[in-house]
């Protein structure tokens, strides 16, 4: 079905691979397609509740590959919401950076909700040692992630950072490189099983709806979802859950 990224869901967890391992997953406009049809697939499942985006081989992704491209040409095959769509989706999209990541292949692991990044990884923005800008709302999004300074500091020196320092910057959390991806779906999984996938859902958009609201705007909207939830079969079971002792066993209804 894919050929440029691997699919596949276990226990509520949908894993997207980025498959080119030879070109360290060297992004593509079919992988671009594919990576978001299979986000669409996993937005529609009802067994899936988290998904979790990993790169095949030593990477995550390298940036753009240049052989596709042609100087003084622009690539005109992104559109606009290239990778902000990925706020929009219902479920937690966690970005489980297991090698090098670079370019436009670290835009896209920004505008996941989760960032893990393995033990001696590295990444770079890579843009303005191309002669390029900040491109897709990386400057956007980068800004709220991790402040100004720090933003302008990555994406004007385009140096390389280590995992290590890219988690004090706030902008991933770091794991072993050891069993990596099996650490970020256990911790994906755990999320999605033990708090409602429903209240997961309506938070996400919470958080992503209020940078552009008021505190005002955001009680309001606040008032209106607890109203909601109250109605909700999830708070029944996180009632019941609770008062009886056990596991929950949420709908996402």
């Given at each position: 079905?894919?050929?440029?990224?691997?699919?596949?869901?276990?226990?509520?967890?949908?894993?997207?691979?980025?498959?080119?391992?030879?070109?360290?997953?060297?992004?593509?406009?079919?992988?671009?397609?594919?990576?978001?049809?299979?986000?669409?697939?996993?937005?529609?499942?009802?067994?899936?509740?988290?998904i979790?985006?990993?790169?095949?081989?030593?990477?995550?992704?390298?940036?753009?590959?240049?052989?596709?491209?042609?100087?003084?040409?622009?690539?005109?095959?992104?559109?606009?919401?290239?990778?902000?769509?990925?706020?929009?989706?219902?479920?937690?999209?966690?970005?489980?950076?297991?090698?090098?990541?670079?370019?436009?292949?670290?835009?896209?692991?920004?505008?996941?909700?989760?960032?893990?990044?393995?033990?001696?990884?590295?990444?770079?923005?890579?843009?303005?040692?191309?002669?390029?800008i900040?491109?897709f709302?990386?400057?956007?999004?980068?800004?709220?992630?991790?402040?100004?300074?720090?933003a302008?500091?990555?994406?004007?020196?385009?140096?390389?950072?280590?995992?290590?320092?890219?988690?004090?910057?706030?902008?991933?959390?770091?794991?072993?490189?050891?069993?990596?991806?099996?650490?970020?779906?256990?911790?994906?999984?755990?999320?999605?099983t033990?708090?409602?996938?429903?209240?997961?859902?309506?938070?996400?958009?919470?958080?992503?709806?209020?940078?552009?609201?008021?505190?005002?705007?955001?009680?309001?909207?606040?008032?209106?979802?607890?109203?909601?939830?109250?109605?909700?079969?999830?708070?029944?079971?996180?009632?019941?859950?609770?008062?009886e002792?056990?596991?929950?066993?949420f709908?996402?209804?």
């Open positions: 079905m894919y050929k440029e990224i691997l699919y596949s869901v276990t226990d509520y967890v949908a894993t997207i691979t980025l498959n080119r391992p030879d070109q360290l997953n060297a992004w593509t406009p079919t992988m671009n397609s594919e990576v978001r049809a299979a986000i669409n697939a996993a937005t529609a499942d009802d067994n899936v509740r988290a979790v985006v990993t790169g095949s081989g030593r990477g995550f992704c390298a940036g753009y590959d240049m052989s596709l491209l042609e100087p003084g040409v622009p690539d005109d095959s992104e559109d606009d919401q290239t990778f902000s769509y990925l706020m929009a989706v219902p479920k937690p999209v966690f970005m489980a950076i297991n090698g090098p990541i670079a370019g436009i292949g670290l835009v896209f692991a920004a505008f996941g909700d989760f960032r893990y990044m393995a033990e001696g990884a590295k990444l770079t923005t890579s843009f303005a040692r191309r002669g390029l900040a491109e709302g990386l400057s956007w999004i980068l800004t709220r992630l991790i402040g100004t300074m720090n302008l500091d990555l994406l004007c020196s385009a140096r390389v950072v280590q995992s290590q320092e890219a988690e004090r910057l706030g902008l991933v959390r770091s794991l072993p490189a050891v069993n990596f991806l099996s650490a970020v779906e256990g911790t994906a999984r755990e999320m999605v033990t708090a409602s996938p429903r209240s997961i859902g309506v938070i996400k958009r919470q958080i992503y709806d209020s940078h552009s609201q008021s505190l005002a705007e955001a009680f309001v909207v606040a008032y209106k979802e607890m109203q909601a939830s109250l109605l909700s079969e999830d708070y029944e079971e996180g009632v019941a859950h609770f008062m002792k056990r596991a929950p066993k709908t996402g209804r």
